[in-house]
Nanobody
Framework: QVQLVESGGGLVQPGGSLRLSCAAS????????MGWYRQAPGKQRELVAT???????NYASSVKGRFTISRDNAKNTVSLQMNSLKPEDTAVYYC?????????????WGRGTQVTVSS
């Protein structure tokens, strides 16, 4: 099994910053990519940012230039530095890992952490 635990969510004022972290544990044989998705009330889950094992990154256009994803391959952790936060960034943020556990290569998800941007 693969477990993903997110931390770092909370309430922040517009223009503020937050840093999300995610630690992966369990029977992880290889990781292709890790990343962050988010889901706002009444909306579908959407990609925020991903990073491959080789360090290639991909960002949603709405967060490009404000958010930075980083990864520690040795510790199986991924972080998301979020700056210049806007009310529309309010959502539950989910950590994602695409990798192999035993014979299964799949997307694995954390439980999510709430980010609220409000004055």
């Amino acid at each position: 099994q693969v477990q993903l635990v997110e931390s770092g969510g909370g309430l922040v004022q517009p223009g503020g910053s937050l840093r999300l972290s995610c630690a992966a544990s369990g029977s992880i044989f290889s990781i292709n990519a890790m990343g962050w998705y988010r889901q706002a009330p009444g909306k579908q889950r959407e990609l925020v940012a991903t990073i491959t094992s080789g360090g290639s990154t991909n960002y949603a256009s709405s967060v490009k230039g404000r958010f930075t994803i980083s990864r520690d391959n040795a510790k199986n952790t991924v972080s998301l530095q979020m700056n210049s936060l806007k009310p529309e960034d309010t959502a539950v943020y989910y950590c994602m890992l695409n990798g192999r556990s035993y014979a299964l290569t799949a997307d694995y998800w954390g439980r999510g952490t709430q980010v609220t941007v409000s004055s």
